[in-house]
């Protein structure tokens, strides 16, 4: 296996996702095959699960002969890659199904603004069973910026632990209370990137926000956070990571207080 990253802006992507998953999980496992890399897993307490979908023509060499199944410690991994320096391509390799996995830094061109960097990084023995996930029709989809998406998040996250967002075909109410007080973001809907509702339909969930914020830590994967939800399944929140290729998460609902 010998997979390439040249593209500036996709290697700071690609640091950023793992960035993200780190905090999901500190065990991933990744399944590379002739056209695709995928990436599933849980959060140790299985409220959230995330589905990472790279396909071969998002990396600028994919080079998968036969299918293959990487498990290593992504914090560990997001160590190695997150020293790159700008100039420096990105190159992952792994030689005849072993048991390390091969991160080189390579500086791109004439150019040395940093030594070349060889890492070679133990691989793990993880038990994980790839889930199947169902096309859901969603009552409510809605697109916002992704740098207004962290700045509230981050406001929200001094008043309280959990989320509630109520949505409708008037309003989206972003709200939090605690011991100390209570904060609520009305957000227009003339703001936002795209809002659809299923007509005469509410939307009224709780979510813990500190699993929301993890998932929305970074606004460097895409310019806007897709959200999806509906009453009777977990929020879906997309990032569009482009060349047909996806980061999603799924997170179930907290119980309402009656």
Request: with cysteine; net charge negative.
């Amino acid at each position: 296996m010998f997979i390439e990253i040249k593209d500036k802006k996709k290697k700071e992507l690609f640091i950023s996702i793992f960035h993200i998953l780190k905090n999901s999980s500190s065990q991933i496992n990744a399944t590379f095959d002739n056209n695709i890399c995928h990436i599933q897993g849980m959060d140790k307490s299985h409220i959230c699960l995330f589905d990472l979908i790279l396909k071969d023509k998002w990396f600028c060499s994919f080079n998968v002969l036969s299918k293959i199944d990487l498990s290593f410690d992504s914090n560990m991994f997001y160590s190695i890659i997150s020293t790159k320096s700008d100039e420096q391509n990105l190159i992952i390799k792994n030689n005849d199904n072993d048991d390390f996995l091969n991160i080189e830094l390579i500086t791109n061109g004439p150019k040395k603004c940093d030594y070349d960097k060889y890492f070679t990084m133990q691989l793990m023995e993880y038990d994980y069973e790839e889930m199947s996930i169902p096309n859901t029709d969603y009552d409510v989809e809605l697109s916002l910026p992704a740098k207004k998406v962290n700045d509230m998040l981050s406001q929200l996250n001094n008043f309280g632990n959990d989320l509630n967002i109520i949505c409708n075909e008037e309003c989206v109410d972003f709200k939090t209370k605690g011991s100390s007080g209570e904060m609520r973001v009305n957000i227009p809907i003339d703001d936002m990137t795209s809002y659809s509702i299923v007509e005469g339909e509410e939307v009224n969930l709780v979510y813990s926000l500190q699993y929301i914020s993890k998932m929305c830590i970074t606004n460097k994967l895409s310019s806007d956070i897709n959200f999806y939800l509906s009453n009777e399944c977990p929020m879906k929140i997309n990032y569009d990571l482009g060349d047909e290729s996806l980061l999603t998460f799924y997170i179930a609902p907290k119980l309402m207080d009656d």
